[in-house]
């Protein structure tokens, strides 16, 4: 990463200062060449000398710029070129210029290092050469040129040149390290979002095939529906894998002196937390709910509640000592109903099961322990309810009524979830998905999904 860092940072750097360069090469080339209307104005005298040094120093910069590429000049004497021939320039334009002169020229000789300051992108080491080629310069043409002393040339403007120039110098060092400090960080910054990013996607790419896993334990709704036709289903993961599931079987039994009985257990369970946590405890519900069956000794749905809690338990806290205990597990409302006789046998951890039957709604409600290490476990009971034929039987998470929205911001709650489900009872299977489906979405409008939702509708 250092290195990928460090070759994009230089090169995003010659890259700005090539434009950069450039600009002052042609800034020099067309402006050195207009400021000779004020040397003819000003010093006509010198007018003829001061324009062949403007041309020279014009065609060197021009051919440069030109031709940099082919003559293989490196970006940062490009930079160099112009400051240091114009500063050469002036430096002989001073030397022959009186007092006054000097004093309304200085102004350009301060713009030129200002300018660099603010422009060339080259190492301090270049600054250091500049500056000292232009008083070499500056001594070598005032010794042969000028009449005036030492101490006329510094309080004329010598002084206050000398000290931009040496300032120049800081000026383009601060500058070269906050460029390079800012092009560093965010290269560095690019390059971290660019590992985020591929570790993102390995992450979604594992978790997508996690939830390929989970897909094949959880029933698929062709086969719930071939079990249950008269019935929906809703189910909502809040993220790619979910920590709500639902479980069917059917079991034929056969009493004596009886024909055979169909008896279908389904279960609506809501696993501790969601995404990947509540997907892991969801694994090991379906794990264990498929075992319940197998179980000569389970013969209610309470009985394979108990049996799921001590399961569960013993699962997650195998290899746990006791300060290490394992208290997750899950919310369940498991429900048999015998389609020969319509009775519902029911037992919830912390769940209810709703029936409606002519558009009043009954409640059964779960026990108030869920699965799990729980304080005071109790076994869980089972309740029975005499069905009739066309009662609608509902199971559910709490994921739906639990959901943020509507104008306030605030939970959905049960009562308008019981109003839909007791308004649209006596509708199809599709009609009630399609209704239950539009409240929900309705209400979260924007907000964010807060938990895994599942509902599931049965019509005896």
Known sequence: MEAAVRINWRAELDKTALKYHKITLWVAVVFNMLFFATDYINIYEYWEEFLIFRVIVSLICLFTVLFHKKLNISIQLMGVIPVLLISIQNAYMWSVMDAEHLQKHTLA?????????????????????????????????LYFNSSLSVEEIMVS?????????????????????????????????????????EKNTEIV?????????????????????????ESFIIFKPKDIVSGDFYWISELNTTKENDSNEKLVVYAVADC????????????????????????????????????????????????????????????????????????????????PVYIVRNKELHEIKGDKQPIGSYAAQEPFINKEYQLEKGDMVYIFSDGFADQFGGPKGKKLKYKPFKEMLIANSDKSMDEQEKQLNNLFENWQGDLEQLDDVCVIGVRV
Do not use: W
């Open 109 to 141: 000789y301060m713009a030129l290092f200002i300018g660099s300051g603010m422009f060339v992108f080259y190492h301090v080491y270049y600054s250091i050469f500049i500056v000292a080629a232009n008083i070499v310069a500056n001594i070598f043409f």
């Open 157 to 197: 403007g010598g002084l206050l040149t000398l000290s931009v120039a040496i300032f120049s110098i800081l000026l383009i060092r601060m500058r070269f390290k906050l460029t390079k400090k800012e092009l560093v960080a965010r290269f560095a910054l690019e390059e971290s979002k660019h590992e985020l990013q």
């Open 272 to 351: 501790t937390g969601h995404g990947v946590p509540g997907a892991f405890m969801s694994l090991i519900g379906l794990k264990i709910f498929n075992q319940s069956i197998k179980q000569p000794n389970i013969n209610s749905p309470a009985e394979a509640l108990d049996y799921l809690n001590n399961e569960v338990f013993n699962t997650v806290n195998k290899h746990s000592d006791s300060d290490n205990i394992i208290r997750d597990g899950m919310d369940v409302a498991l429900c048999s109903i015998n389609f020969k006789t319509l009775m519902l046998s029911f037992s919830g951890a912390k769940n």
């Open 205 to 229: 790419d594992s978790i997508n095939y996690a939830k390929r896993i989970q897909s094949a334990l959880i029933p698929p709704v062709e086969v719930f529906k071939k079990i249950l036709p």
